[in-house]
């Protein structure tokens, strides 16, 4: 009897940790990076426009929920052209123009609390500027009749400061 209880042990902690091991292997090859997301949401004129990236959050999924949040920093070339874009990708009806409503820039999130010092007070210099413009997509989920592709309502906001030609981009699940 005791020689079948231990090899019932044996058995379940094996069970146990093949299946912790598959279940970590998905959750990693589920994460994509920071930039790969901005790459896929970000229209590839408007990023030709943003070619210096300084800080991006690394892993685009946050731990609350799963939930994905992005922050990317970075310098435009020529913020003139850029501002004549609609840079954020399959727009349809859910993008503002652009307009100095820096409201929607956070002032803290999961992501934004991990950057260091210099890129917060970078992006809280994005968002006080009087010249800084931002164009934002609000995509609510299919709950609420909308086309958010998960089942999060998703923020995309882009903000560029014309005079420091400094850029941020943010992404959200809600």
């Not at 912790?20 to 292997?25: G, L, Q, S």
């Not at 913020?79 to 004549?84: E, G, I, V, Y």
């Not at 992006?123 to 709950?143: G, H, R, W, Y």
């Not at 592709?149 to 850029?167: A, V």
């Amino acid at each position: 009897m005791k020689i079948k209880n231990i090899i019932l042990i044996i058995i379940s902690i094996g069970i146990f940790a093949v299946g912790a091991i598959i279940f970590i292997y998905i959750s990693l090859m589920k994460r994509q990076s920071a930039l790969s997301v901005f790459n896929d949401r970000v229209t590839e004129e408007a990023r030709s426009a943003m070619p210096t990236i300084r800080h991006d959050s690394g892993s685009a999924v946050r731990s609350s929920g799963g939930r994905v949040e992005v922050v990317i920093l970075g310098t435009v070339s020529d913020s003139d052209r850029l501002l004549k874009l609609q840079p954020i990708s399959d727009c349809g009806n859910d993008c503002s123009n652009w307009t100095h409503d820096t409201s929607e820039i956070p002032d803290s999130s999961p992501k934004i609390d991990e950057m260091s010092g210099e890129a917060r007070r970078e992006l809280a210099s994005i968002k006080k500027n009087p010249d800084t413009q931002c164009v934002t997509k609000f995509a609510p989920n299919e709950n609420m009749g909308g086309t958010a592709p998960t089942k999060f309502s998703n923020r995309d906001i882009l903000c560029i400061s014309k005079k420091s030609g400094r850029f941020a981009y943010i992404l959200q699940e809600l």
